[in-house]
């Protein structure tokens, strides 16, 4: 399995938010949250330029938005279509991008109800807060 990640383009709007909905609907409804077309749209449009597709085998299979500093990486985003979950392409992404700026702190927040979170235990994420509707989550920088 080759992943590869490209930064999005303008013209894949349309297939990131239908991306959205699919992978995020669900989990915002089960907490009371229930978002309109143009909120999903808004929350996709934020920080657009910091989202890349998630390519597996030439097709593409998911998403990552991650904002990059000189102090720390934050995952903003990461979905995988539904029929491709399971498969460890969400664990092999975070592992990649973790992996290439190691030194930083990464930081991210998950949804209380998203199964996701126990993935990002697996991966030494530990919850450092949490607020009505997510954990906030870290995973220390390593040092060499």
Do not use: W
């Amino acid at each position: 399995m080759e992943i590869t990640l490209r930064p999005a383009k303008e013209e894949d709007k349309p297939y990131l938010l239908a991306l959205r909905k699919q992978t995020m609907t669900e989990h915002l409804e089960r907490q009371g949250i229930f978002l309109s077309n143009e909120a999903h749209l808004n929350r996709l449009e934020d920080h657009y330029k910091c989202s890349h597709l998630i390519i597996v085998d030439g097709s593409k299979v998911g998403t990552l938005k991650y904002l990059l500093t000189q102090e720390s990486l934050e995952i903003m985003q990461l979905q995988i279509m539904p029929q491709c979950q399971g498969q460890g392409i969400g664990r092999a992404v975070i592992q990649y991008i973790v992996a290439e700026y190691s030194h930083l702190p990464t930081y991210l927040t998950v949804l209380k109800e998203n199964p996701a979170q126990y993935l990002y235990q697996r991966l030494g994420f530990v919850t450092t807060s949490e607020d009505e509707y997510e954990y906030h989550m870290v995973l220390p920088a390593t040092t060499v």
